[in-house]
């Protein structure tokens, strides 16, 4: 089944119009040796078969409770967010070329952007990017872009996925990319006293680590300063509900992905990424940015501007390749934000820290189950198990349970590591099974 | 319109969390704390709800209008895949990357490859990933494969040719992988310039990206000799998808000697472009590429399951967090199986239809640099209204009160005051018509009452808005922060 | 005395002895319309003739200005940074860009006179 309206009818008086005898006599310029060799699809079919292939296919996914997150975490979503960005005066809309009926979208970027710089402590934020890892490489590209250096430190406390996208996005350009290997979950802060000089573009860090320890990098912000270097901080949305943030510690980008404010884990994506930078490197931002302005009349309204930074005006010298970018999902991240507002954003990341540190708590009662560190954490944390972890959470996952990530085959030599995510949405009882699950797990 | 800042009342709430079942938590050290609570608004659901309906009505979409925007193929979203998708939407990304825990993601899985297998037969190539997440990101993605493919081969390249009526991703694109810009000219027929493109042909050429049909709407039928050129000097070529639309089940990229290509699942298949996005851009390759896609990829058992392979040593690695925008792949293989071969056909010929019986009954009103048979868009010059001092921009809004989305304007480059209309397959003969005539009238005013296309539009809740007092004062924060 | 020539790509430049004035002409800055960023060169930077000096931008449009000779540059008119604008009401006096050291007074030989640019842009 397709979506065209067209009556054999209408077909007809527009070839007319057109003055060609059939459709197929538009393709002339194609001549016959280059068509398709094959296309060998499947033929149609109606909405409701359709519909019913894919709710075989869910089916063939099994819902687990997921103690899982490592840079995408379930958290409640509201249900007007999903009411109101399904309002398909967004979702069927294109990039706001045309300010002037596109201000719904545009006055929305603006209070996204605002809520960003709210969040981060920074004064200027994009529209949005992909994702988190996309954003942290883009935050590398744009600091080697304002130093004019070549050398990048990438914390190795930073999600894994991330500091290979940033590996990939930096592989072949005149980039030397220095991984610093974590210490008990944390920065190696005395090797980058070392490894911080004056030719280093920018140190890459995250809060909280990807093992779930909490930081202040202020020190390092203030190392970087004297070198020259910009400090990128990537973040977790939600704990800035209560963390320190990133222009309080003296960062100088801060990026992050933004799944956790309003958007389903949905198998990985769309979700997208945030960028805020202090705002005198607001011409190296990457991506769209909207900024305010007047019509004609004085009334307030809303444009996407510094459009020279970008591809469709200055192509190769752009700051990005970017075009696309995931406004809806920023859109949702904006209404996610509205409904919690200012309480509400700092009760959930409370909530979510109280669940974890309830669930830290009767897990490292466990016999020879330890925390990895003394850190303070957030809604992560990293155990040590009595075991290798892969095959404890493979046998809790055949309870229903996704007890956590395994950190062997992010780093070597951590087998016994088990990341935990705890959000607000796991209740005392799942919090308890799983403590009886890994308990029996382990010892049984 | 008042922003929701403005709105906002302090100790006012909206949501209310799930129940602290458990004890607080000692709080944290306060060195580990910010200093207050973010900034937010402060409201009930109600004036959240009431603020973005508001909000909704302040834009318009392709449900509510006609949207031909040139490039950007704005054919319908149908409802049913915004339904499926949600399906998918409980379940974690990590599950399939735990041990054991592929067997807990078969269905997101299997659609993962199957969209993968799709596209494959759709373009012609050997292998795809879904992992690019825009147009943009797929061009930067097949980049650096075709990097990763010489610096395997020992290959020493500089260059990357684009036509200059390319998209500025493609230079862009190519630039983040550190190429330097060859731009070939477009010829009197509004194709890349042949003489020059082999001027420019050397054995430093690592790539030449070419958008097949062009953004001028226009077929090259050289593109297998342009395809072959290359290869003579060890260079791949590019198909940047954006207009595959208009060659669907005509021509494979593959076939015609194409390495890489993306795609654009947010224009040739049918899902929704969110206001700018997501989109989704796969990439599909030829087989010298294959070992150099990025991880994980999913991979088919001989028993019919799936799993995730990321134990590839000449991956570039990953260009995503995960698999891609899956909900829009979702979307995607939903519309795919829904037209099937026989729908994917019909779209492509039907938006060439409509394309030119736009361009039929335009083109003695505007000025049309490249006058011959268009594909899925025309592209039109407003240098006939600009004697009356008329540019495309008062077009553009004239369109806008009339109750159309312009069309793309200034774009290509290369085509002065450019209006590039791109109708779509989903589109009537009706709504055309309404839009013929609004364009005609537009024309008419121009020579007639130039002075009323200035002011528009007047329909729309802001006039014209002053674009250069927003570049200078830079005010993209409502704290200026 | 001071000797004003022109460039195909609208530069104008005033020399005056050895210090070479930079700037776009009326017509270059007509043509991009209200300009809203100039990306001014570093002092101490050096250029060779019609390399690229800095860069301008207006709303919908980013330009490189070039250098119509070669030579270091030894200061630029801070005024830009707070005013774009003046390059649209002023392109000509107040809004010069750069002053530079000349390396070369013969590259002169490659510059347009008034007359000749005039003609050059009626051209166009």
Known sequence: MGFTPHTREEIREMLAAIGVGSVGDLFHSIPQALRARSFDLPPGMSEFEMMTRLQELAGRNADVVPFVGGGFYDHIIPAAVDHLAGRSEFYTAYTPYQPECSQGTLQALFEYQTAICRLTGLASSNASLYDGGTALAEAALMALRITGRSRILLDGAVNPFSRSIVRTYLANLPVEVVELPPVCGESDRSRFSREIDDRTAAVLVQNPTFFGCVADYGDLA???????????????????????????????????????????????????????????????????????????????????????????????????????????????????????????????????????????????????????????????????????????????????????????????????????????????????????ELETALWN | MELIYEKSVDGRAGVRLPAGDVPAASPLPAGFLRGEPAGLPELSELDVVRHFTQLSRRNIGVDTTFYPLGSCTMKYNAKALEE?????????????????????????????????????????????TCQPLAGAHGEVTGIMLIAAYHKAKGNRKRYVIVPDSSHGTNPSSAAMVGYEIVTVPTDACGDMDREKYKAALSGEVAAVMMTCPNTL?????????????????????????????????????????????????????????????????????????????????????????????????????????????????????????????????????????????????????????????????????????????????????????????????????????????????????????????????????AEKDPAALKRAPVTTPISRPDETKAAREQKVCHFGC | MTMTFYTKEHEWVKIDGNIATVGITDYAAHQLGDITFVELPAAGKTVKQFDVLCAIESVKAASDIYAPVSGKVISVNEALNASPEIVNSSPEEEAWMARLQMADPAETSKLMRRERYDEYCKGL
């Open chain 2, 217 to 445: 709407g226009l077929f090259n039928p050289h593109i297998k000799e342009i395809c072959a050129l290359a290869h003579a000097v060890d260079a791949l070529v590019y198909y940047d998808g954006a207009n595959l639309n208009a060659i669907l089940g005509k021509l494979r990229p593959g076939d015609v000697g194409f390495d890489v290509v993306h795609v654009n699942l947010h224009k040739t298949f049918g899902t929704p472009h969110g206001s700018g996005g997501p989109g989704s851009g796969p990439v599909g390759v030829k087989q010298a590429l294959v070992p150099y896609l990025p991880v994980p990829r999913v991979v088919e058992g001989g028993d019919g399951r799936f799993s995730l392979d990321s134990d590839r040593p000449l991956s570039i690695g990953r260009t995503a967090n995960f698999f891609g925008n899956f909900g829009v792949i979702a979307r995607a293989y939903g519309y795919t199986l829904m037209l099937g071969k026989e729908g994917l056909i019909d779209a492509g010929e039907l938006a060439v239809l409509n394309a030119n019986y736009v361009l039929a009954r335009l083109k003695d009103l505007y000025d049309l640099p490249y006058d011959q048979t268009c594909m899925h868009e025309c592209v039109f010059s407003a240098s006939r209204q600009l004697r009356h001092d008329i540019r495309a921009i008062d077009i553009a809004k004239f369109l806008i009160d009339k109750g159309f989305h312009p069309p793309t304007v200034y774009f290509p480059l290369i085509v002065k005051e450019a209006i590039m209309i791109e109708p779509t397959e989903t589109e009537s003969k009706a709504t055309l018509d309404a839009f013929i005539e609004a364009m005609r009238e537009a024309a008419v005013l």
């Open chain 1, 222 to 436: 203030g190392q970087a300063h004297r070198c020259g270097a910009l400090l990128v901080s990537s973040v977790y949305a939600v704990s800035l509900g209560l963390l320190k943030t990133p222009g309080e510690m003296g960062a100088d980008i801060a990026v992050g992905d933004g799944q956790s404010l309003g958007n389903p884990l949905s198998f990985g994506g769309p979700s997208f990424g945030f960028l805020a930078a202090g705002k005198q490197y607001i011409r190296n931002v990457p991506g769209r940015i909207v900024g305010e302005t007047v019509d004609r009349e004085g009334r307030r309204g809303f444009v996407l501007t510094l459009q020279a930074r970008e591809q469709h005006i200055k192509r190769q010298k752009a700051t990005s390749n970017i075009c696309s970018n995931q406004s809806l999902c920023a859109l949702r991240g904006l209404i996610f934000l509205s409904c919690l507002g200012r309480r509400g954003l700092t009760d959930l990341a409370m909530r979510n820290r109280d669940k974890a540190e309830y669930a830290k708590g009767v897990l490292t009662a466990i016999r020879g189950v330890t925390a990895l560190s003394g850190a303070p954490t957030f809604n992560e944390f990293t155990l040590c198990l009595p075991r290798p972890a892969g095959e404890v959470v493979s046998s809790l996952l055949k309870r229903g349970i996704a007890a956590g990530v395994p950190l062997g085959p992010y780093y070597p030599g951590a087998e016994h590591g088990l990341l935990v995510t705890v959000t607000e949405k796991r209740s005392r009882d799942q919090i308890d099974l799983l403590a009886r």
């Open chain 2, 84 to 128: 499926g998708a949600r399906l998918f939407t409980p379940f974690h990304p990590m599950v399939p990357l735990l041990p054991g825990g592929e067997k807990f993601s078969q269905g997101a899985l299997a659609i993962l490859h199957r969209m993968g297998k799709l596209l494959e037969e759709i373009t012609g190539m050997d292998a795809v």
